[in-house]
């Protein structure tokens, strides 16, 4: 008897040594340096790094005991959902990165919003859902932490230096992509036209759609913003465009909890529905804009409970593109 209990604590001490000190919080891997990421140094000194098999350390029964926004759905699908936050460890037998195993309508249905026939699936024209490997393109390694921080929770892309720099705002890390001369390799972007958008919004952006400080006096024919927007306040490129789905085209939001993010609360989270028909962006403005003096029938509801917009169910690209100056562009 006394064999076999020396034998069963030999091969505890060698489980210990190959995963590291239980007690150990392990600062490779924390909400409070931003990395979740295995590294290395995984397990204490390595000794763990490398290894498929989540198993051989870490029982479901107390893992994330701490973490009640995700510990039952680690405990009811298992060693699944480990890669999504923590990497393959280093090993090409682990699981792929799967990030929709709790990102998804029933785990985690609000972070984010996946409702929506349109996503950001880097392909156009395509219809399909988000999948895992295209979560982390742009999210390589998140701290999950609840609060979203770009230069924490999006992946670095290179500049036109080609140096990774900080993001000033979410908005700069759209435009590592879309712009004319300093694309990022496997993500080219080839334009329809000189000025579409997808290539041609970075120079628009900084020169005439920033929706706000360029020419944001407040003082034109239409002017009037709900509570939450100013003039002069830059708008951010997810302020109308859903990156994880949406019903519209062009990823433009179709409710207002996908977006408007510096909009009144007690606006935004009714929520307001946003349909794009034929040109009629008006669902999707009167979100943000409201007449002070109503003119050209300013007053009219767009359909989704709000007015404040001229010329509803008319045509608005006309007059309001990226990257056209009358009416200070889109």
Not at 140 to 150: H, I, N
């Amino acid at each position: 008897m006394r064999n076999i209990t020396l034998i069963a604590l030999l091969m505890l001490s060698m489980l210990l040594s190959a995963c590291g000190d239980s007690n150990d919080k392990n600062g490779a891997v924390s909400v409070e340096s931003g990395n979740l990421i295995l590294t290395t140094s995984h397990g204490g000194q390595g000794a763990a790094w490398l290894l498929p098999d989540c198993a051989a350390c870490h029982s479901l029964e107390v893992i994330h005991a701490d973490v009640k926004q995700i510990r039952s759905i680690v405990r009811d699908k298992g060693y699944t959902t480990c890669t999504g936050c923590h990497g393959r460890n280093g090993s090409s037998e682990s699981e792929p990165r799967r990030c929709s195993v709790c990102h998804n309508h029933s785990d985690l249905p609000h972070t984010p919003r996946l409702q929506g026939q349109h996503a950001h699936t880097f392909t156009v024209g395509d219809t399909a859902v988000l999948n895992d490997d295209q979560c982390v393109d742009c999210h390589v390694a998140s701290d999950m932490d609840g609060l979203f921080e770009p230069n924490r929770d999006l992946t670095g892309y290179p500049d036109e230096t080609q140096t990774v720099t900080s993001y000033g705002s979410i908005s700069e890390f759209c435009l590592r992509c879309h712009n004319r001369d300093h694309q990022q390799a496997g993500f080219e972007i080839i334009g329809s036209s000189f000025n579409d958008p997808l290539i041609a919004v970075e120079e628009a952006f900084h020169f005439i759609d920033q929706h706000g400080s360029v020419d944001g006096s407040g003082t034109r024919t239409y002017a009037g913003l709900r509570q939450g927007y100013e003039y002069r306040t830059v708008v951010a490129c997810i302020d109308c465009h859903a990156m994880h789905g949406t019903d519209n085209t062009k990823l433009i939001i179709d409710n207002s909890l996908k977006g408007v993010t510096r909009l009144d609360t007690s606006i935004r989270e009714v929520p307001h529905s946003v349909t794009i028909s034929n040109g009629d962006y008006a669902q999707l403005c009167v979100l943000c804009h409201q007449m002070k003096v109503i003119l050209d029938d300013g007053d009219l509801e767009t359909g989704n409970g709000l007015s404040g917009v001229h010329e509803v169910g008319s045509d608005c690209r006309i007059c309001h593109t990226h990257g056209e100056a009358i009416q200070a562009g889109l």
